[in-house]
């Protein structure tokens, strides 16, 4: 079991569904969420700021949701894959898609953070398959 997992995405439904399903399924200990990457980047920077003092802990799985408003999967990945959020790049990342278009199952492989591309909903089954993927 996981102790943390974040999950980004801009519906609400989708966040709850996502939370719902995690907890029956005993994947993680705690679960966290973000409407959008900008709002997931201000996350982690205040754990930034609070692991100073080495009381946060840090998510080791993402769920990502590519189109959302403010700021999207690419451009969250593109800041969160950069020199100033690599202490958390341990963490992976599962993109979440409505829609599995080539050109972005393409453009997830330039991201060695990204370990698979799912299609939306979460489900049993796919978290399940997730634990034998992840070795949990």
């Given amino acids: 079991m996981l102790e943390q997992i974040l ?5 609400p439904i989708t966040l709850m569904l996502c939370k719902k399903v995690i907890v029956k399924s005993s994947f993680s200990k705690e679960i ?7 709002e997931a980047l201000h996350h982690f920077n205040t754990l930034k700021y609070n692991n100073k003092n080495k009381i946060s802990k840090k998510p080791e799985l993402i769920f990502l ?14 800041h969160f894959t950069s020199k100033a ?9 599962i993109v979440l ?14 991201y060695p953070i990204i370990i698979d ?11 399940e398959y997730l634990k034998k993927k992840m070795e949990l």
Avoid: Q, R
């Fill in 7 to 11: 999950c980004i995405d801009d519906d």
């Fill in 32 to 38: 966290i969420t973000a409407p959008n990457g900008e």
């Fill in 65 to 78: 949701d590519l189109n959302m408003p403010v700021m999207g999967g690419w451009e969250f990945l593109d």
């Fill in 85 to 93: 959020y690599s202490e958390f790049n341990t963490a992976k990342v």
């Fill in 97 to 110: 898609s409505s829609t599995i278009d080539p050109h972005d199952l393409a453009k997830a492989k330039k």
């Fill in 117 to 127: 591309f799912l299609s939306k909903p979460i489900t049993k089954p796919m978290l």
